[in-house]
């Protein structure tokens, strides 16, 4: 009995010691990964939004103004050169024509802007526009913002992308 | 007894973690990760799109032409120096030297030519926007050919009359063209130049841009095969273990490689590029003259004589790449281009400017991530071990295959 005792101490020590290795082995793990995503030049410790926060929208702008949708030809994929609209309608369901859009965007984990310069070259009608030379060079979580100007006001709207 | 299993618990955790941390190693890839390989695998390559600037780009006659011309010495200052001098076929078309030689020494590494028909920017600043007008540049450098493009056009009357004429138009008559005239050659070559009309200049020009398109035409079937990792890929997306074609090492630098590492941050696609420039904190060369890489590059294409946007372009009226380039914009300070990693392992030594010699020594600067001479590094430190480098080598090797030219390994090719 007092053999199985010391036994048991024994398994009880030597389990406790494998679970502490383990809690520092991933403490250290989150440790490296916190290190290294501060030093993440110009990421300022962006979060990756959740899931239902991602796609072509409709997504309302920051203060409320617009309402805005993205329709891709195809799906969005990465290192290419493709076109998109997007359609913007105002709070009370009236579509924005006659705005200027402005596109901007990138990834906020790497801290670098869109490889590409896009804008709106064509104006459909019905609040639609088309936007080309839209490209993402790497797949991940991309922002593409749209800032909406109308009538003296910018809002812009924010879709996550992810590619 | 229970409290026996209980307290044994914590250690069995441990115990699976670990091996299920062994067997991830091996085989165990999840299906985000299984996509990640799929997307870097070789089958993902589209095929090769329409080049609407030259209308001879798939024209086989212009191919056929174009080959000669890639190895034909003729098309130089001193009669020594082909395309083909610093493009070697047996050497994968490179030369393995730091600097280029042509009819002199360059200040950049020579880049390999497969797959670059894929490349939306050319030249390690982009400033050219397709194979085309990148083989001109080297003709007319001091450096590399070293002539000028009266006298290319008066080689290709003397000797390649026939093949030019099925392909482009008839050559027009050069007879009052001196042998030696151009905008970018010596001050005679130069003064030769301005002394023609505009007519005689651009007739001259047209044979000129003409013999780019058939280089570019050659140029263009020429592509990576597949490697032991496209081999993997195809094996573990289809459910097999793919053991015996990837080692262990290997494996383990995939998995750095597509994690921890972040080279897919640029390594990424079928040909391991995103096609864009980067500043990594590469440092000069010793010695060399300090540029600014794409900075200028993206102003030069756009200005470029020979640009998509030109009167020599098949297509003008749209030039994508162009029109939405970002240029004037400090992150493209000493930022180069991305190159691919298939056959890297070869390719040594490494960087713009051959400034770093072996593979190891590349894996330890992205290791490392000093800050840039100017500009700032896109660049932070990894943090990894000696091992780890090492496993993320012996990956980049499986990277290796053979150089296709239409279909076939270029050292078997039929000349």
Same mark, same amino acid.
Not at chain 1, 39 to 57: D, I, T, V, Y
Not at chain 2, 108 to 124: D, G, S, V
Not at chain 2, 346 to 363: C, I, K, N, S
């Given at each position: 009995m007092t053999n199985t005792k010391h036994t048991n101490r024994l398994q009880l ?151 | 007894m229970t409290s026996k299993l209980?307290l044994f ?30 997307? %870097?695998?070789?089958?993902?390559? $589209? ?206 630098? %995939? ?10 941050? @640029?390594?990424?696609?079928? %040909? ?46 749209? @030039? ?25 392992? $070869? ?34 430190? %990894? ?33």
């Amino acid at each position: 009995m007092t053999n199985t005792k010391h036994t048991n101490r024994l398994q009880l020590g030597s389990g406790i010691v494998v679970f502490l290795l383990a809690a520092t082995m991933v403490s250290a793990a989150d440790h490296r990964n916190l290190a290294a995503t501060m030093m993440f030049r110009g990421s300022s410790g962006a979060k990756k939004p959740a899931a239902s926060e991602f796609g072509l929208g409709p997504r309302i702008s920051a203060s409320g103004r617009y309402v805005a949708t993205l329709a891709a030809e195809r799906q969005l994929r990465p290192r290419q050169m493709q076109t998109v609209r997007v359609t913007v309608i105002d709070g009370s369901g009236q579509p924005v024509d006659g705005a200027t859009l402005t596109i901007n965007g990138g990834m906020p984990q790497h801290g670098h802007g869109l490889p590409t310069r896009p804008r709106v070259t064509r104006s459909l009608g019905g609040g639609t526009y088309e936007i080309e030379g839209v490209r993402f060079n790497m797949g991940g979580w991309w922002e593409f913002k749209i800032a909406v100007s109308f009538e003296g006001d910018t809002d812009i709207v924010t879709f996550n992308l992810g590619l | 007894m229970t409290s026996k299993l209980f307290l044994f618990t914590p250690g069995l955790v441990v115990l699976s973690a670990i091996t299920g941390f062994a067997l991830s190693n091996s085989n165990q890839w999840s299906e985000a990760e299984l996509a990640t390989l799929q997307s %870097l695998s070789l089958s993902e390559l $589209e095929p090769l799109a329409v080049d609407p600037t030259n209308a001879a780009a798939d024209d086989t006659r212009a191919a056929a032409l174009g080959e000669k011309l890639f190895f034909d010495a003729r098309l130089s200052a001193n009669g020594a120096v082909a395309r083909a001098t610093c493009h070697q076929r047996d050497k994968a078309f490179r030369d393995s030297i730091p600097l280029g030689r042509g009819v002199g020494k360059t200040a950049k590494r020579t880049m390999p030519i497969a797959a670059t028909a894929r490349a939306p920017f050319l030249f390690w600043d982009g400033r050219k926007d397709s194979q085309w007008a990148q083989a001109l540049g080297p003709l007319e450098s001091a450096v590399e050919h070293g002539g000028t493009r009266a006298q290319y056009a008066h080689a290709i009357a003397d000797h390649y009359r026939t093949e030019y004429e099925s392909v482009f138009e008839p050559l027009p008559d050069l007879s009052a063209v001196p042998s030696s005239a151009g905008p970018a050659g010596n001050e005679a070559a130069v003064a030769a130049w301005t002394r023609l009309s505009n007519v005689q200049r651009i007739a001259v020009t047209r044979v000129f841009v003409n013999i780019g398109k058939a280089i570019a035409a050659y140029e263009r079937r020429i592509e990576f095969g597949p490697s032991r990792f496209d081999q993997y890929v195809a094996a573990v997306t289809s459910g097999q273990p793919g053991h015996g074609i990837l080692s262990g090492e290997e494996i383990a630098g %995939l998995r750095l490689f597509i994690g921890r590492a972040n080279c897919t941050q @640029c390594h990424n696609g079928p %040909l391991f590029t995103n096609n864009e420039f980067h500043n990594t904190g590469v440092p000069p060369r010793p010695g060399m003259p300090t540029d600014d890489g794409r900075l200028s590059g993206a102003t030069a294409v756009l200005h470029d004589e020979f640009s998509c946007r030109s009167q020599w372009s098949d297509s003008r009226e749209r @030039c994508p790449e162009l029109e939405f380039l970002v240029s004037r914009d400090h992150a493209l300070n000493r930022a180069y281009k991305v190159p691919s990693l298939r056959n890297v392992a $070869e390719r040594a030594p490494y960087m713009d400017a051959g400034q770093v010699a072996t593979l190891a020594a590349v894996l330890d600067h992205y290791n490392r991530a000093p800050a840039a001479a100017a500009g700032h590094s896109e660049l932070w430190p %990894l943090g990894l071990k000696a091992r780890d480098l090492h496993q993320i080598e012996a990956f980049l090797r499986t990277l290796n295959g053979p150089i296709v030219v239409n279909g076939h390994n270029s050292t078997e090719a039929v000349r």
